[in-house]
């Protein structure tokens, strides 16, 4: 069994921390503070490769596993962590293009976005289904030139920001297997956005409602066969699920590096405060736990990636874990910075705000552990 990153998935991770340090870490607070994240980053993004982690090289993509996506995120997440969540649902929904569009849905959307031109955002929550998302009203005819939409989503990272959006919507029965995907792309008629969502975490992330009244698309832009787009939707999220969870990794691997370099400069009754017994154990428990969540986490991409049967049941497992111990973290690392940990000066308490979303998005960890149950109780 070997635990150790090959050369190349070394340099893949050196390849995007470095690039979150030069392009992201230094704006993160003032991204924040404006609400938004300059659309001038993502074309920097597509030119590494990084808008089609896992979209395969025939379509143009990175094809990369799902091990290395993980990678990717954790070391972006050291920059900013809503601005690499973020780039990890473009690229969900850049690899559901690639996985099951039509050959013209790709040629025609696919280049811009690996390249970031586009800007990819997925639709799945509605105000009355979040957990329970095989719920959702949304509706879409059939008529002669395609559908006509009707219906909300809530929570969208990236309303009224990107360029296009990905939507689960209902072309048939009631549960999954009347759900399709289709692709509604920015300016469409009958496609509009509720106000700016004022939210703890993830500031530097736009969050609107998407809204479609007699929103008309044409036929082309249904992914793959009616009735399949629930399965499409729940495919898609064991990738975000670690992604997210590598998020919360590299976020909170992050606030301990932040917190030893503080911890070493900070005195107290004659000596730095690295020296009390008392707080190195506290230093040695968050150590244990984010060495523990990212061979839990690696674990599991490894299981996605070679298609074990029990592989959805470890993506739940990690994503419930991970990002726990990511939020645990970075509390810790906040009481050990003392009153100077809960100032934005220090960039620890929005670390504390951006994770706290991670346990709720992406499937709950109350459904992860549902899925864990059933899964168990199966076998």
């Known amino acids: 069994m070997d635990f150790a ?47 089609g982690i896992y979209v395969s090289e025939e379509s143009g993509g990175t094809g990369l596993t799902r091990l290395d996506a993980t990678l990717v995120f954790e070391a972006l997440s050291m920059a900013c962590p809503s601005v690499a969540a973020f780039l990890s649902i473009h690229n969900m929904c850049a690899r559901m293009i690639d996985s099951y ?59 009224g920001y990107s360029d296009a959006y990905i939507a689960m919507v209902r072309t048939g029965e009631d549960g999954p297997k009347g759900i399709s995907t289709v692709l509604v792309e920015d300016g469409t008629p009958g496609l509009s956005f509720g106000g700016l969502e004022d939210k703890m975490g993830w500031r ?13 698309i044409g036929a082309e832009n249904l992914l793959g066969e009616e009735g399949q787009g ?29 917190t030893l370099a503080y911890m070493a400069e900070r005195k107290a009754f004659g000596k730095s405060i690295d020296q009390f017994q008392a707080l190195q154990f506290r230093l040695a428990d968050m150590e244990i736990e984010l060495q523990a969540a990212r061979v839990f986490l690696r674990q599991a991409a490894w299981k ?3 298609g074990t049967p029990d592989a959805p049941k470890f993506c739940a497992m990690a994503k419930k874990f991970v990002t726990e111990t990511g939020s645990n973290v970075v509390d810790q690392c906040l009481q050990l910075h003392g009153g100077y940990g809960y100032l934005a000066d220090y960039g620890i308490e929005k670390l504390v705000r951006d994770l706290r979303v991670h346990q709720i998005l992406e499937g709950t960890n109350e459904i992860m552990r549902l899925i864990v149950a059933r899964q168990m109780l199966a076998a």
């Not at 280049?111 to 509605?126: F, G, I, N, Q, R």
């Open 5 to 51: 990153l090959s050369e190349e998935q070394s340099a893949i991770f050196d390849m995007a921390h470095a690039f979150g340090q030069e392009h992201i870490a230094p704006h993160a607070r003032a991204w924040e503070a404006e609400g938004t994240i300059p659309k001038d980053l993502w074309p920097k993004v597509g030119e590494l490769g990084l808008a």
């Open 101 to 159: 569009g039509s050959d013209e849905m790709k040629a025609r959307v696919l280049p811009k976005a690996l390249s970031m031109d586009t800007v990819l955002s997925y639709c799945l929550t509605e105000p009355g289904s979040g957990s329970d998302a095989a719920a959702l009203k949304t509706r879409a005819e059939r008529n002669n030139e395609g559908y006509t939409l009707n219906g909300t989503k809530a929570f969208i990272s990236g309303g």
């Open 204 to 216: 530097s992330q736009p969050t609107r409602q998407v809204q479609f009244d007699d929103c008309k």
């Open 230 to 258: 629930f399965r499409y939707a729940m495919a898609g999220l064991d990738g975000g699920r670690l992604n997210i969870a590598a998020c919360s990794l590299g976020a909170a691997q992050a606030g301990l590096d932040a």
């Open 304 to 306: 996605l990636d070679t």
